[in-house]
T-cell receptor, first 113, second 111 residues
Framework: NAGVMQNPRHLVRRRGQEARLRCSPMKGHSHVYWYRQLPEEGLKFMVYLQKENIIDESGMPKERFSAEFPKEGPSILRIQQVVRGDSAAYFC???????????FGSGTRLTVV | DQQVKQNSPSLSVQEGRISILNCDYTNSMFDYFLWYKKYPAEGPTFLISISSIKDKNEDGRFTVFLNKSAKHLSLHIVPSQPGDSAVYFCAASLTGNQFYFGTGTSLTVIP
């Protein structure tokens, strides 16, 4: 029973490029959450999605960031025209329903050079 | 605006002794609190939780205490073991949609 799978584990992008981060939730989980951890900070909520729907994106930056969770396939967090300040660890979590106890993936560490 | 605060970035404890990690929050509407443990290069792992209707929850060596009037949460680990060395995050939620995380406390248990 695989846990929450995130890939890639490490991603290096030059300023101005696009970054795509993928998250496959645990089997049977239909709720996905994305969090970002900047250096020396705690995890900050970005977005909560269910299949094909964005439920709460109150933590997403207004520009350049988007997220989707299609009917088939993983959830994708997309960052367009990356800047140095986007360098962070991005964690995905999933739960079987709206739940207090969700499971995190190992994260994707994005470095913008 | 940091709604959940962990004011001690690090803590060192001798093996066998008690580790006490503290967390303060500002929003009295939070109704659920959790502690996560995180090793380097891994995602956070759920450790223990407590609902706002309780003031204590115990699971083996781990006990979480909630003082609602003080808006304060603490995690006690006793006895501490070297394998407990990790970063501990407290988190609070209003609705279950999203959690507000503290900045973490790095615990080192010295053998």
């Amino acid at each position: 029973n695989a846990g929450v799978m995130q890939n890639p584990r490490h991603l290096v992008r030059r300023r101005g490029q696009e970054a795509r981060l993928r998250c496959s939730p645990m089997k049977g989980h239909s709720h996905v959450y994305w969090y970002r951890q900047l250096p020396e900070e705690g995890l900050k909520f970005m977005v909560y999605l269910q299949k094909e729907n964005i439920i709460d994106e109150s933590g997403m930056p207004k520009e350049r960031f988007s997220a989707e969770f299609p009917k088939e396939g993983p959830s994708i967090l997309r960052i367009q025209q990356v800047v140095r300040g986007d360098s962070a660890a991005y964690f995905c979590a999933s739960s079987p329903e709206l739940s207090y106890g969700y499971t995190f993936g190992s994260g994707t560490r994005l470095t913008v050079v | 605006d940091q709604q959940v605060k962990q004011n001690s970035p690090s803590l060192s404890v001798q093996e066998g002794r008690i580790s006490i990690l503290n967390c303060d929050y500002t929003n009295s509407m939070f109704d659920y609190f959790l502690w996560y443990k995180k090793y380097p290069a891994e995602g956070p792992t759920f450790l223990i939780s407590i609902s706002s209707i309780k003031d204590k929850n115990e699971d083996g060596r781990f006990t979480v205490f909630l003082n609602k009037s003080a808006k304060h949460l603490s995690l006690h680990i006793v006895p501490s073991q070297p394998g407990d060395s990790a970063v501990y995050f407290c988190a609070a939620s209003l609705t279950g949609n999203q959690f507000y995380f503290g900045t973490g406390t790095s615990l080192t248990v010295i053998p």
